[in-house]
Each structure stands twice: as C-alpha cells, then as structure tokens.
C-alpha cells in the first residue's frame, strides 16, 4: 500500500494505529474528521481507516470516494457491517492479524477496482496480441507484467493455438532485456540428433557435413532470451544436457572443448502435461522443476468466449494492415462463434477469419454465411423476393440470349437452318393483324414450364434448375397458371 489515512477526532486512537501499522512497514497519517473530507478531495490515498464513533459522518464520507477502500474501527463487535468500498472492520483493541487482513481486502479492494488499464506505448502495442476482458486474460497480462522485469525462468502450459509464443515475445519485449534477440526454438520440430547442434552450435569437422563452426541458438541469444517452445517433445538425452547448462549457465559446441558463458533468459511451453509425462519416465523430473520457475497458464478459448468479438476486431485490424479487404459480422454471426468449442482455440479463430475475408470481402457476414460447424442455434435464411417482372425479363433474355447464339452457331457452320418447333412456327414474323404480346409470352412460358416438367418427371426441384430459376418461384408460376400433372399441353392453334 502506498498510503493509508486515519481519520479521527482521537488523537490516542491514531498514535496506537500509526505505531500497529508502521510496524508493518506501511505508511500512514492521522486526519480529523474536520479535515479529512477536504484533504481526499486533494489528495490520492489507497485506504481509509476511520473511527466509527460518529456513525453518519463515516456513511457519508465512504459513500463519496467509492474508488477508495475504507476500514471502519469500531469499539463492539457488529456496530458496521463490511458493504461496498467499506471493505472490513477491526475491533478495538486492534490485534495484528485483524489490521493485516484488513489492508489486504484494501490492496485485493484497489487491485480488481474497475477503471481502464494503465498501460501505455510499447505495453499496449504488444498486449494488444492479448486482448479479452476476461478474467483469464488479464490474469495473464498481470502475470506477463510481473515476471517480466525480472530474470526468472518461464513455463508457459496450454492447449496448441492458444498463443503461447505471443506471452512469451510479451515476457521478452517488456523485460530489460528487450533489445537483445528473442530466438524462438521448435523442440518438437527439430529430430532428436540434429536438436544439439541446433541449440549449442558445433565445431568445423565435429560430424560429417560440418564443413564450418556454427553458432547455435544459445549464441544467437546471447543477451537476449531463448523460447524452448514444445519443450515436452524434447528427446530424454537433450533434457539432461539442457539442465546441466541451466544449472552452471554454460555450454560447449558439439566437438568443441571450450566452455561458453549462456547470458540467456529462458522461456519454455508445452501443450504437454509434463507432471504426467514425469510419472511415465519420458520427463526429467529435475529439468521441470528448473523450467517450472514461474508457470503461466494460456487459458483455451472456450474458457473466455466473451473475448471473442474482441478477437474478431483484433484479427480484422491485423489483416486490414496486411493490405487484405476486411469483412465484418453481424450480433447473430458473433453470438454463433462464441457457442463453438474452438479445438484450434485462436489460431483457428485467426484462420476462420482470413478464409471469411476472401470469401466475402468488404462484407458483413451472417450466420448463414458461416461454415456449417460454426453454426448455432435458429438459422434465418433470407431469400430475396424479386417482382415477377423482373424474374420474366430475366428469363426471356437469357432464352432469346440462347437463341442468337443457336443462330449464330449454324451460320459459323454454313449449315440449312432446321424448322421451327411448332410452337412456335409462323411467329417469326409480326402477323399484320398484330398479336397481344403478353398473352403470346404467356403461353410461350406455360409451354416451356410443362416442356421441363414433362422432361423431368415432374419433379419440381429438377424442373427448375433446367428452368434457370429457384423452386419457389417455379411452384408461384404453376399456381399462378393452373399447372397441374394431368393438364394437358395448351393447343397452338
């Protein structure tokens, strides 16, 4: 705690409390009630402890100043009950243990107070890879915070896709470390006898091919930090070598002599569960307790689907940065992806994401639009429901469309032009009478329609599709004609 104010018009009562609490090494000053009110108004404190012998004042006070916690003194058991920001009490005479529980409801009171979080430059720019107001994440970006200024070893655990090499570049990019390299390491693959050579470098002539010296990742890290990533798909015979360079921070190239100074910090994960893997004999042990310094968990998506649609807009901005059209999606879509399981946690979100871009770019996608087993609960299908004018002129172009391309075929192919169907002889030409024309093209569609269906079987579905057009519209016009399966074809005359 950075500062605690007492408030009382006891002077005695603030000498005993001042004395109790820096003993516990935490800094405090008295206030009277007079002066208190003004002096919060002012000044920024992070606990209150106030006498609670005049009732109303002490209500009052702690119901302006809800961001800061209160702890009221009370000379009888059960004259305040703990509410709100009024987080505890301690009965006189004050006892250690009660004062030291009640400053830590104060710092647990400030430590979870809701606010924006104070993060700025370099933080917010990397923790934007860590986005989510769950509790799981920002238990993560609290951790990240505190592990990273010092040296400590890292183990991150979780499932793949969960974004552990993210925590990690965090723990190295917010360390002192942060100008030095981060040389990322696939244990799992890299084979088992090339994995040496890889991490400690080797000698020129130490193995047949090795034509010249090279740096392994230990040198290339140097100064920096090293992430062992699937550390539990490392072969038992590296694990023991890992750990004597862990415990003496020095190593030799494979057929050198010469021992090298590790200035490394080291970061490890696994999807594994390694204490089972210990049980099993096919992890060392003493190894995981040297990597299991500072663990931190990298929570799967299903654990904190109300970080989804921050996702979303993370990964949108991401790729509307890589020059790709950005795609948007509606309350429904978004509803429907925080009901998957998410077996590929954010690297299948991440996935889902680009494929939906390519698919409908500069779009908004519904929950139609999503693939088949991200859809949840009642699906709406909207079928557009266009004016019958608009659907005839459709299908009459395309039919005459048709024809001048017949035509045009058989003149390529200097080939005697056939005879007219008899639906349609004699109607080349605009009879001298005239003709009505809708009542023409009436007809021509009633005999095309049954021209399908009889094709067809009469099968709806079938019809339509040699038609050009949907079902639906189909059954509309068989209604709309009288079409029915015993209805004989129309007489052309």
Same mark, same amino acid.
């Given at each position: 705690?950075?500062?605690?104010?007492?408030?009382?018009?006891?002077?005695?009562?603030?000498?005993?409390?001042?004395?109790?609490?820096?003993?516990?090494?935490?800094?405090?000053?008295?206030?009277?009630?007079?002066?208190?009110?003004?002096?919060?108004?002012?000044?920024?404190?992070?606990?209150?402890?106030?006498?609670?012998?005049?009732?109303?004042?002490?209500?009052?006070?702690?119901?302006?100043?809800?961001?800061?916690?209160?702890?009221?003194?009370?000379?009888?058991? $059960?004259? @305040?009950?703990?509410?709100?920001?009024?987080?505890?009490?301690?009965?006189?005479?004050?006892?250690?243990?009660?004062?030291?529980?009640?400053?830590?409801?104060?710092?647990?009171?400030?430590?979870?107070?809701?606010?924006?979080?104070?993060?700025?430059?370099?933080?917010?720019?990397?923790?934007?890879?860590? @986005?989510?107001?769950?509790?799981?994440?920002?238990?993560?970006?609290?951790?990240?915070?505190? @592990?990273?200024?010092?040296?400590?070893?890292?183990?991150?655990?979780?499932?793949?896709?969960?974004?552990?090499?993210?925590?990690?570049?965090?723990?190295?990019?917010?360390?002192?470390?942060?100008?030095?390299?981060?040389?990322?390491?696939?244990?799992?693959?890299?084979?088992?006898?090339?994995?040496?050579?890889?991490?400690?470098?080797?000698?020129?002539?130490?193995?047949?091919?090795?034509?010249?010296?090279?740096? $392994?990742?230990?040198?290339?890290?140097?100064?920096?930090?090293?992430?062992?990533?699937?550390?539990?798909?490392?072969?038992?015979?590296?694990?023991?070598?890992?750990?004597? @360079?862990?415990?003496?921070?020095?190593?030799?190239?494979?057929?050198?002599?010469?021992?090298?100074?590790?200035?490394?910090?080291?970061?490890?994960?696994?999807?594994?569960?390694?204490?089972?893997?210990?049980?099993?004999?096919?992890?060392?042990?003493?190894?995981?307790?040297?990597?299991?310094?500072?663990?931190?968990?990298?929570?799967?998506?299903?654990?904190?689907?109300?970080?989804?649609?921050?996702?979303?807009?993370?990964?949108?901005?991401?790729?509307?940065?890589? $020059?790709?059209?950005?795609?948007?999606?509606?309350?429904?879509?978004?509803?429907?992806?925080?009901?998957?399981?998410?077996?590929?946690?954010?690297?299948?979100?991440?996935?889902?994401?680009?494929?939906?871009?390519?698919?409908?770019?500069?779009?908004?996608?519904?929950?139609?639009?999503?693939?088949?087993?991200?859809?949840?609960?009642?699906?709406?299908?909207?079928?557009?429901?266009?004016?019958?004018?608009?659907?005839?002129?459709?299908?009459?172009?395309?039919?005459?469309?048709?024809?001048?391309?017949?035509?045009?075929?058989?003149?390529?192919?200097?080939?005697?032009?056939?005879?007219?169907?008899?639906?349609?002889?004699?109607?080349?030409?605009?009879?001298?009478? $005239?003709?009505?024309?809708?009542?023409?093209?009436?007809?021509?569609?009633?005999?095309?329609?049954?021209?399908?269906?009889?094709?067809?079987?009469?099968?709806?579905?079938?019809?339509?599709?040699?038609?050009?057009?949907?079902?639906?519209?189909?059954?509309?016009?068989?209604?709309?004609?009288?079409?029915?399966?015993?209805?004989?074809?129309?007489?052309?005359?």
């Amino acid at each position: 705690m950075k500062e605690i104010l007492l408030v009382s018009d006891n002077g005695e009562l603030i000498q005993k409390l001042e004395t109790v609490i820096t003993f516990m090494g935490e800094a405090c000053f008295g206030q009277s009630f007079a002066d208190s009110l003004g002096y919060l108004n002012t000044h920024s404190v992070e606990a209150v402890m106030v006498d609670y012998a005049r009732p109303d004042q002490v209500q009052n006070l702690v119901a302006q100043f809800p961001h800061i916690p209160f702890v009221a003194i009370q000379s009888a058991d $059960g004259q @305040v009950t703990p509410n709100c920001n009024l987080v505890s009490t301690a009965t006189l005479p004050i006892t250690y243990p009660v004062l030291t529980q009640a400053i830590h409801r104060c710092q647990e009171y400030s430590r979870h107070r809701p606010g924006p979080v104070k993060t700025a430059g370099l933080k917010t720019r990397l923790f934007r890879s860590l @986005v989510g107001r769950s509790q799981q994440i920002q238990i993560v970006r609290k951790l990240v915070e505190q @592990v990273a200024p010092t040296d400590a070893t890292v183990l991150i655990l979780g499932e793949s896709g969960t974004g552990k090499e993210v925590i990690a570049r965090n723990v190295h990019f917010l360390s002192e470390r942060k100008d030095g390299p981060f040389i990322p390491v696939n244990c799992g693959a890299i084979p088992g006898e090339l994995l040496e050579s890889e991490l400690f470098g080797h000698e020129k002539g130490a193995f047949t091919g090795a034509i010249s010296a090279r740096k $392994g990742r230990f040198e290339l890290a140097e100064g920096g930090t090293l992430f062992l990533d699937e550390i539990g798909d490392m072969p038992l015979q590296m694990q023991v070598k890992l750990l004597r @360079v862990l415990q003496e921070r020095t190593f030799e190239r494979v057929g050198g002599h010469t021992p090298i100074r590790a200035n490394v910090r080291i970061i490890a994960a696994t999807h594994r569960n390694l204490e089972t893997m210990i049980k099993d004999d096919k992890f060392r042990e003493d190894l995981y307790y040297r990597l299991n310094v500072f663990p931190i968990d990298s929570p799967a998506l299903r654990e904190r689907r109300e970080d989804i649609p921050l996702l979303l807009q993370e990964l949108i901005s991401r790729i509307q940065g890589d $020059g790709v059209s950005v795609v948007k999606f509606t309350e429904m879509a978004i509803s429907s992806l925080m009901e998957h399981d998410w077996a590929g946690n954010v690297r299948e979100l991440s996935n889902l994401v680009e494929r939906l871009s390519i698919l409908y770019p500069n779009q908004i996608v519904d929950i139609q639009d999503l693939p088949v087993k991200y859809q949840y609960g009642e699906i709406q299908i909207y079928e557009p429901d266009y004016p019958e004018e608009l659907l005839e002129r459709d299908a009459f172009n395309e039919l005459f469309a048709e024809a001048a391309a017949s035509e045009a075929d058989r003149d390529a192919e200097n080939t005697p032009e056939p005879a007219a169907p008899e639906a349609s002889s004699d109607n080349s030409q605009l009879p001298e009478g $005239g003709v009505n024309l809708k009542e023409y093209l009436s007809e021509l569609e009633i005999n095309l329609i049954i021209q399908a269906l009889d094709q067809q079987e009469w099968v709806v579905a079938r019809a339509a599709d040699k038609l050009g057009m949907r079902r639906t519209t189909l059954v509309e016009k068989m209604r709309k004609y009288e079409i029915q399966r015993e209805e004989s074809v129309p007489s052309d005359n």
